[in-house]
């Protein structure tokens, strides 16, 4: 049986437990929170009591132990956790970002090089049916090479998502605003088809939470992705401040046609085609907010198969490098004001 703990008993954490309770061969042994009664509630909701229930990561790893740790803390938490759980060769799945700074990023990669843990990351929305029909319509090859994209993600949060929660809106807790949080599994899935940027050029600002967060509520940003006069390209728009959690839109330009992802929905034609093909996900039933996506549960089913097979993970932590550092050249671009 692979014994298991979640630190973070909040939001997200729900979701990781639902997941976890579902796989074959694991068991939900332990849950921590710093507001320990957050964990009690955890343990008799998803265990009927029977996880122990910690305060705190560091006594959690003392006194059981535990194959693999959730971590499903704040952004600021997420390095140092996974690192104390790493070094006591504790697989580690860890919600996004996988880091809030370069050098986190660099003792991550140092951390889970040295262990015998494994490190899984939460992109979940590499395992949506839409990313895969994407996939599938690019490899078919009737629209030819990608050439260039455009991501927008334009959803609403309230001032109270932010004082309510003790850690989001502050840089230091969170690592920056709209682009660490909710639009980084967008650019994830854009750069995922793109790939490496040669060139970023950024822009930030706080359009509607002035005086509420510390950090960005909308970004911003171009990239380059091949040198020359016509270069491969792409736009992202992000922003909090819109009036709804509008579906997400992503779309690739290809030498022969276009394909849009929106939502549960992929649409795609050839400059051929009058009108576009619609292909919708079938309907599945998500735990937690439908925005987060339909991809935790084989997300995390997938690493526990990984370990178990010992194979790789797909979504392991050189796979969301290209990412991690293009958000942090986006900051660096908005905040310097240079390419
Ligand atoms: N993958 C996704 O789509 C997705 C969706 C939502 C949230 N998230 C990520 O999940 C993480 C948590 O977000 P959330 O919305 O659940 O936040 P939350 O505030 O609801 O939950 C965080 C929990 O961690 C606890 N906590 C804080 N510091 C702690 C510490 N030092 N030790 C133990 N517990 C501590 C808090 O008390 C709280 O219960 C963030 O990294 C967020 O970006 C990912």
């Known amino acids: 049986m692979v014994r298991v703990g979640v630190i973070g008993c909040g939001n997200i954490g729900?979701?990781?437990?639902?997941?976890?309770?579902?796989?074959e061969g694991v068991c939900l042994c332990a849950v921590a929170d710093i507001k320990r009664e957050r964990a009690k509630e955890f343990s008799d909701c998803f265990t009927g009591g029977k996880a122990a229930v910690y305060g705190a990561l560091k006594d959690m790893l003392e006194m059981e132990e535990l194959d693999v740790i959730h971590i499903c803390t704040p952004h600021n938490c997420h390095v140092p956790m996974a690192v104390m759980g790493l070094k006591k060769g504790i697989s580690v799945f860890m919600e996004k970002p996988p880091a809030i700074t370069r050098a986190q990023f660099e003792e991550l990669l140092a951390a889970e090089k040295e262990s015998r843990g494994r490190l899984g990351i939460c992109f979940q929305n590499r395992y949506n049916e839409t990313t895969k029909?994407?996939?599938?319509?690019?490899?078919?090859?009737?629209?030819?090479?990608?050439?260039?994209?455009?991501?927008?993600?334009?959803?609403n949060r309230c001032p109270a998502y932010y004082t309510e929660?003790?850690?989001r809106g502050g840089l230091h807790t969170e690592g920056g605003g709209?682009?660490?949080?909710?639009?980084?599994?967008?650019?994830?899935?854009?750069?995922h088809w793109l790939g490496k940027p040669v060139r970023t050029e950024a822009a930030m600002s706080n359009h509607h939470l002035k005086g509420v967060i510390g950090v960005e509520d909308t970004v911003e940003a171009y990239m380059e992705f091949t040198e020359g006069e016509d270069p491969v390209r792409a736009s992202f728009y992000a922003t909090t401040a819109y009036g709804y959690d509008a579906p997400v839109l992503l779309e690739l330009v290809c030498e022969k046609g276009v394909v849009r992802l929106e939502g549960n929905s992929v649409f795609y034609r050839t400059w051929e085609q009058e009108d576009f093909i619609c292909w919708k996900a079938a309907g599945t039933t998500v735990p937690g907010k439908t925005y987060w996506g339909c991809g935790h549960e084989a997300c995390i089913r997938d690493f526990y198969k990984c370990l178990a097979d010992k194979t790789a993970y797909r979504n392991d932590l050189p796979s969301v490098e290209n990412t991690f550092y293009t958000m942090m050249d986006i900051y660096d671009s908005a905040r310097n004001k240079e390419r």
């Open 14 to 23: 729900r979701v990781h437990a639902m997941s976890v309770t579902g796989v």
């Open 133 to 155: 029909k994407v996939s599938q319509i690019l490899k078919e090859g009737t629209l030819g090479r990608v050439k260039g994209g455009r991501a927008f993600v334009t959803w």
């Open 165 to 167: 929660s003790g850690w």
């Open 178 to 191: 709209v682009l660490i949080n909710q639009s980084i599994h967008t650019l994830d899935l854009l750069l």
